[in-house]
Protein backbone atom coordinates (compact mmCIF):
# COMPACT_ATOMS: atom_id res chain seq x y z
CA UNK A 1 0.00 0.00 0.00
CA UNK A 2 1.35 3.41 -0.42
CA UNK A 3 2.19 5.79 2.29
CA UNK A 4 3.10 9.67 2.78
CA UNK A 5 5.00 10.42 5.36
CA UNK A 6 5.73 13.94 6.66
CA UNK A 7 8.11 14.28 9.60
CA UNK A 8 8.11 17.30 11.33
CA UNK A 9 4.50 18.26 12.38
CA UNK A 10 5.89 21.87 12.85
CA UNK A 11 8.26 24.22 11.44
CA UNK A 12 8.83 27.71 11.56
CA UNK A 13 10.65 30.69 9.94
CA UNK A 14 11.76 34.02 9.68
CA UNK A 15 10.07 36.34 6.80
CA UNK A 16 12.20 36.28 3.94
CA UNK A 17 13.93 33.39 4.84
CA UNK A 18 14.00 29.90 3.40
CA UNK A 19 12.38 26.43 4.33
CA UNK A 20 12.17 23.21 3.35
CA UNK A 21 9.39 20.74 4.46
CA UNK A 22 10.40 17.08 4.43
CA UNK A 23 7.88 14.26 2.66
CA UNK A 24 9.14 10.38 2.14
CA UNK A 25 6.32 7.92 0.25
CA UNK A 26 5.98 4.21 -0.28
CA UNK A 27 5.17 2.81 -3.26
CA UNK A 28 5.81 -0.30 -5.74
CA UNK A 29 4.69 1.66 -8.73
CA UNK A 30 6.76 3.45 -11.25
CA UNK A 31 4.68 5.92 -12.57
CA UNK A 32 3.30 8.57 -10.45
CA UNK A 33 2.16 11.91 -9.27
CA UNK A 34 2.98 14.01 -6.16
CA UNK A 35 1.15 17.10 -4.55
CA UNK A 36 2.17 19.92 -2.35
CA UNK A 37 -1.27 21.22 -0.93
CA UNK A 38 -1.71 24.13 1.21
CA UNK A 39 -4.41 25.00 3.62
CA UNK A 40 -4.59 27.68 5.13
CA UNK A 41 -6.51 28.46 8.58
CA UNK A 42 -10.49 27.87 7.98
CA UNK A 43 -9.45 27.51 4.10
CA UNK A 44 -9.62 24.98 1.75
CA UNK A 45 -6.43 23.20 0.64
CA UNK A 46 -4.81 24.48 -2.80
CA UNK A 47 -2.49 22.95 -4.86
CA UNK A 48 0.64 24.74 -4.18
CA UNK A 49 3.04 22.27 -6.74
CA UNK A 50 2.82 19.24 -8.55
CA UNK A 51 5.87 16.16 -9.99
CA UNK A 52 5.61 13.64 -12.45
CA UNK A 53 7.84 11.03 -11.21
CA UNK A 54 9.06 10.30 -15.04
CA UNK A 55 10.32 13.69 -14.97
CA UNK A 56 13.52 14.07 -13.11
CA UNK A 57 13.47 17.87 -13.50
CA UNK A 58 11.77 19.39 -10.71
CA UNK A 59 8.92 21.17 -10.71
CA UNK A 60 9.22 25.08 -9.57
CA UNK A 61 6.40 27.74 -9.31
CA UNK A 62 7.87 31.12 -8.07
CA UNK A 63 9.24 31.30 -4.90
CA UNK A 64 8.12 27.42 -4.29
CA UNK A 65 10.29 24.31 -5.64
CA UNK A 66 10.64 20.77 -5.03
CA UNK A 67 13.49 18.70 -4.45
CA UNK A 68 12.71 15.34 -5.64
CA UNK A 69 14.69 12.27 -5.55
CA UNK A 70 13.03 9.41 -6.98
CA UNK A 71 15.14 6.60 -5.79
CA UNK A 72 15.38 7.76 -2.24
CA UNK A 73 11.61 8.10 -2.55
CA UNK A 74 11.71 11.59 -1.30
CA UNK A 75 9.66 14.72 -1.98
CA UNK A 76 10.83 18.14 -0.36
CA UNK A 77 9.21 21.76 -1.08
CA UNK A 78 11.06 24.41 -0.37
CA UNK A 79 9.87 27.68 0.04
CA UNK A 80 12.28 30.53 -0.52
CA UNK A 81 11.29 33.99 0.24
CA UNK A 82 9.04 33.29 2.85
CA UNK A 83 5.90 35.32 3.36
CA UNK A 84 3.77 36.14 6.12
CA UNK A 85 0.89 34.73 3.87
CA UNK A 86 2.54 31.21 3.54
CA UNK A 87 1.94 30.36 7.05
CA UNK A 88 -0.46 27.33 6.78
CA UNK A 89 -0.89 23.53 7.21
CA UNK A 90 1.29 21.82 4.28
CA UNK A 91 0.07 18.49 2.80
CA UNK A 92 2.28 15.96 0.59
CA UNK A 93 0.20 13.67 -1.51
CA UNK A 94 0.56 10.96 -3.96
CA UNK A 95 -1.36 9.56 -6.50
CA UNK A 96 -0.62 6.85 -8.73
CA UNK A 97 -0.19 7.69 -12.19
CA UNK A 98 -3.14 6.72 -15.37
CA UNK A 99 -5.26 3.87 -15.41
CA UNK A 100 -4.85 3.01 -11.58
CA UNK A 101 -6.55 4.23 -8.21
CA UNK A 102 -8.22 8.22 -8.88
CA UNK A 103 -7.55 8.72 -4.85
CA UNK A 104 -4.94 11.27 -3.65
CA UNK A 105 -2.93 9.80 -0.52
CA UNK A 106 -2.30 12.42 1.93
CA UNK A 107 0.66 13.04 4.40
CA UNK A 108 -0.22 14.03 8.19
CA UNK A 109 0.76 17.49 7.06
CA UNK A 110 3.39 20.17 8.26
CA UNK A 111 2.19 23.13 10.21
CA UNK A 112 4.45 26.05 8.85
CA UNK A 113 4.56 29.32 11.19
CA UNK A 114 6.08 32.15 9.54
CA UNK A 115 7.40 34.68 12.16
CA UNK A 116 7.48 38.69 11.29
CA UNK B 1 -12.05 31.67 -9.79
CA UNK B 2 -14.56 28.78 -9.43
CA UNK B 3 -14.37 26.78 -6.33
CA UNK B 4 -15.99 23.93 -4.51
CA UNK B 5 -18.51 25.04 -1.88
CA UNK B 6 -19.83 22.75 1.11
CA UNK B 7 -22.53 23.47 3.69
CA UNK B 8 -22.72 23.59 6.85
CA UNK B 9 -19.63 24.60 7.62
CA UNK B 10 -20.04 22.76 11.24
CA UNK B 11 -22.17 20.10 11.96
CA UNK B 12 -23.62 19.09 15.26
CA UNK B 13 -25.33 16.07 15.68
CA UNK B 14 -26.37 12.73 18.34
CA UNK B 15 -24.70 9.24 18.17
CA UNK B 16 -27.40 7.27 16.01
CA UNK B 17 -28.88 10.29 14.32
CA UNK B 18 -28.54 10.74 10.03
CA UNK B 19 -26.76 13.75 8.70
CA UNK B 20 -26.00 14.98 5.21
CA UNK B 21 -23.37 16.65 4.24
CA UNK B 22 -23.69 18.61 1.03
CA UNK B 23 -21.07 19.85 -1.68
CA UNK B 24 -21.51 22.10 -4.87
CA UNK B 25 -18.22 20.48 -6.78
CA UNK B 26 -16.95 23.02 -9.45
CA UNK B 27 -19.39 23.40 -12.73
CA UNK B 28 -17.89 21.47 -15.58
CA UNK B 29 -16.00 18.93 -13.52
CA UNK B 30 -17.15 15.45 -13.88
CA UNK B 31 -15.21 13.37 -10.58
CA UNK B 32 -16.34 13.92 -7.31
CA UNK B 33 -14.51 12.65 -3.99
CA UNK B 34 -15.23 12.71 -0.26
CA UNK B 35 -11.92 13.01 1.83
CA UNK B 36 -12.02 12.84 5.77
CA UNK B 37 -9.92 14.32 8.62
CA UNK B 38 -9.99 13.12 11.99
CA UNK B 39 -8.25 15.68 14.21
CA UNK B 40 -4.37 15.25 14.15
CA UNK B 41 -4.49 12.57 11.84
CA UNK B 42 -4.05 12.17 7.86
CA UNK B 43 -6.38 13.15 5.34
CA UNK B 44 -8.40 9.64 4.00
CA UNK B 45 -9.61 9.36 0.98
CA UNK B 46 -13.38 8.56 1.15
CA UNK B 47 -14.88 7.69 -2.23
CA UNK B 48 -14.98 8.47 -5.69
CA UNK B 49 -17.77 8.88 -7.97
CA UNK B 50 -18.35 9.55 -12.04
CA UNK B 51 -20.95 8.96 -13.84
CA UNK B 52 -23.46 8.54 -11.04
CA UNK B 53 -21.75 5.97 -9.49
CA UNK B 54 -19.08 5.29 -7.46
CA UNK B 55 -16.23 4.26 -9.22
CA UNK B 56 -13.79 3.66 -5.91
CA UNK B 57 -13.99 3.40 -1.82
CA UNK B 58 -11.79 2.97 0.43
CA UNK B 59 -12.47 0.52 3.85
CA UNK B 60 -13.85 3.11 5.58
CA UNK B 61 -16.49 3.69 3.25
CA UNK B 62 -19.33 0.89 4.68
CA UNK B 63 -23.13 0.19 4.54
CA UNK B 64 -23.18 3.08 7.03
CA UNK B 65 -22.43 5.95 3.88
CA UNK B 66 -23.79 6.67 0.76
CA UNK B 67 -23.17 9.20 -1.94
CA UNK B 68 -25.54 11.02 -4.32
CA UNK B 69 -25.33 13.48 -6.88
CA UNK B 70 -29.36 14.21 -6.53
CA UNK B 71 -29.12 17.47 -9.36
CA UNK B 72 -26.68 18.59 -11.61
CA UNK B 73 -24.47 20.93 -9.18
CA UNK B 74 -24.93 19.33 -5.49
CA UNK B 75 -22.89 16.19 -4.34
CA UNK B 76 -23.88 14.70 -1.22
CA UNK B 77 -22.14 12.11 1.80
CA UNK B 78 -25.26 10.93 3.84
CA UNK B 79 -23.77 9.38 7.05
CA UNK B 80 -27.15 6.51 7.74
CA UNK B 81 -26.20 6.39 11.42
CA UNK B 82 -23.26 8.29 13.13
CA UNK B 83 -20.85 7.19 15.59
CA UNK B 84 -18.46 8.86 17.90
CA UNK B 85 -15.67 8.43 16.09
CA UNK B 86 -17.10 9.47 12.44
CA UNK B 87 -16.32 13.08 14.12
CA UNK B 88 -14.10 15.08 11.47
CA UNK B 89 -13.48 17.02 8.55
CA UNK B 90 -14.74 15.96 5.58
CA UNK B 91 -13.29 17.47 2.35
CA UNK B 92 -15.67 17.23 -1.11
CA UNK B 93 -13.06 17.74 -4.33
CA UNK B 94 -13.71 18.00 -7.33
CA UNK B 95 -11.98 17.51 -11.18
CA UNK B 96 -12.23 18.12 -14.61
CA UNK B 97 -10.98 14.46 -15.98
CA UNK B 98 -9.28 11.28 -14.39
CA UNK B 99 -6.13 12.31 -15.48
CA UNK B 100 -3.97 11.97 -12.64
CA UNK B 101 -2.00 15.19 -13.11
CA UNK B 102 -5.46 17.53 -12.96
CA UNK B 103 -5.44 19.01 -9.71
CA UNK B 104 -8.49 18.11 -7.35
CA UNK B 105 -10.10 21.12 -6.12
CA UNK B 106 -10.73 20.91 -2.78
CA UNK B 107 -14.13 22.67 -0.82
CA UNK B 108 -12.96 24.38 2.62
CA UNK B 109 -14.86 21.24 4.61
CA UNK B 110 -17.49 20.49 6.66
CA UNK B 111 -17.04 19.56 10.76
CA UNK B 112 -18.78 16.83 12.00
CA UNK B 113 -18.90 16.69 15.31
CA UNK B 114 -20.90 13.75 17.12
CA UNK B 115 -21.83 14.14 20.67
Known amino acids: AQTVTQSQPEMSVQEAETVTLSCTYD???????LFWYKQPPSRQMILVIR??????QNATENRFSVNFQKAAKSFSLKISDSQLGDAAMYFC?????????????FGKGTKLTVNP | EPEVTQTPSHQVTQMGQEVILRCVPI?????FYWYRQILGQKVEFLVS????????KSEIFDDQFSVERPDGSNFTLKIRSTKLEDSAMYFC?????????????FGPGTRLTVL
Open chain 2, 93 to 105: ASTESENSYNEQF
Open chain 1, 27 to 33: TSESDYY
Open chain 1, 51 to 56: QEAYKQ
Open chain 1, 93 to 105: AYRISQGGSEKLV
Open chain 2, 27 to 31: SNHLY
Open chain 2, 49 to 56: FYNNEISE
